[in-house]
């Protein structure tokens, strides 16, 4: 009867690092498994995208349509007058708007609205070349934000071509650089654009993925060590064996 208990509190620590190291793979495969359907990977192949993002660093894309797309997203697209390969910029206009540069503070405008952008590098600001246009219905204007050295949507503009790209050519909208490990971080939101009608988009799916996986990660690796050591404590021990005597006296009779 000495047994049991040790015995019970086996069963009972194994169920439990069972459950854990189960549930532990749901979150880990689970998370892998959806942040493959919702992101793409991109290798960033220029600095016209320079300071937010470098040439080689590595980026998560979320995988979305195009009509999901809001003024300040980083999106990865691609389309013929751009040339064969995917391209990776920043909307600064949507159709129906009028973007135009620079304001007396050489600032970019949407729609008269002057807009702050942080992210812009090099010292040219928000364009070293003025100029105005409006964004027709269902195209997507684009910059990158080393504004000094990035062919985009202002290289495109003549008296015919507005330089815009249509909607239906996004592929992605880019959420977070995950290599170098050094820049590893969530994109900032271009709060810039808040003011604008539709506002801005919010954070993806990738933060709650991420803490998904790290959960199930530490879940298996706690359950299997919590595991065995139920295991051994449910392990009989040596017992010693006593033997007792009992000593017989025989009464003589006579």
């Known amino acids: 009867m000495g047994g049991a208990p040790p015995r019970r509190a086996g069963w009972l620590g194994r169920t439990l690092s069972g459950l854990a190291v189960g549930l532990g793979c749901v979150l880990l495969l689970g998370g892998f498994v959806l942040a493959a359907v919702l992101y793409q990977p991109y290798t960033v192949p220029t600095d016209s995208m320079a300071p937010s993002v470098a040439a080689g660093d590595r980026v998560l894309a979320q995988r979305i349509d195009g009509d999901e797309v809001r003024r300040g997203d980083v999106v990865v697209f691609e389309d013929d007058e751009w ?32 807009v702050a952008e942080p992210y812009v590098g090099g010292d040219s600001g928000a364009s070293s070349v003025g100029f105005t246009v409006e964004v027709p219905e269902g195209e997507l204007f684009m910059l990158g934000d080393n504004r000094a050295d990035s062919q985009d949507s202002r290289s495109l503009l003549t008296d015919t071509n507005t330089g815009s790209v249509p909607r239906d050519a996004v592929s992605g909208r880019v959420e977070a650089v995950v290599w170098p490990f050094g820049e590893l971080g969530l994109l900032p939101r271009a709060t810039g654009f808040a003011d604008q009608p539709g506002g801005v988009s919010g954070e993806g799916p990738l933060r709650p993925l991420f803490y998904a996986t790290s959960a199930g990660a530490v879940l298996i690796l706690v359950g299997a060590a919590y595991g065995g050591m139920a295991h051994r404590a449910s392990r009989p021990g040596r017992r010693g064996v006593r033997t007792s005597g009992v000593a017989h006296n025989e009464g003589t009779r006579g």
């Open 83 to 114: 040339g064969p390969s995917l391209m990776l910029k920043r909307v600064v206009g949507i159709g129906g708007d009028t973007v135009a540069c620079c304001d007396d503070q050489g600032r970019l405008t949407v729609n008269g609205d002057p």
